[in-house]
Nanobody
Framework: QVQLVESGGGLVQPGGSLRLSCAASGFILGYYAIGWFRQAPGKEREGVSCISSGGGSTYYSDSVKGRFTISRDNAKNTVYLQMNSLKPEDTAVYYC???????????????????WGQGTQVTVSS
């Protein structure tokens, strides 16, 4: 059974950090680019970051550039999103998804992504 499971979300104060994990089961994560997306209440799902299948290419939205870092450990079938200097506007449900791209990745659209996790809630509040 193909499955993606996000974890690591929670409640954190502004300026704090969280590390999200996206663990895959039932398939080899290393064949896919992985994207992180988020959706706040009343807003559309937006791309946050992505990483190519081999890890050589990464992209970030302007809103998180310099604060978030995406990485992957294909041996552990897991992708991570390290989130530092968190702001209240980072509050959202965060999802990871697979993109069957041979090279590179893109967060411009969700349409190229096929498998999605169930999401993990991140709340940044004092």
């Amino acid at each position: 059974q193909v499955q993606l499971v996000e974890s690591g979300g929670g409640l954190v104060q502004p300026g704090g950090s969280l590390r999200l994990s996206c663990a895959a089961s039932g398939f080899i994560l290393g064949y896919y680019a992985i994207g992180w997306f988020r959706q706040a209440p009343g807003k559309e799902r937006e791309g946050v970051s992505c990483i190519s299948s081999g890890g050589g290419s990464t992209y970030y939205s302007d809103s998180v550039k310099g604060r978030f870092t995406i990485s992957r450990d294909n041996a552990k079938n897991t992708v991570y999103l390290q989130m530092n200097s968190l702001k209240p506007e980072d509050t959202a449900v965060y999802y990871c998804a697979t993109e069957p791209a041979e090279t590179g990745c893109s967060i411009a659209t969700t349409l190229s992504y096929d498998y999605w996790g169930q999401g993990t809630q991140v709340t940044v509040s004092s």
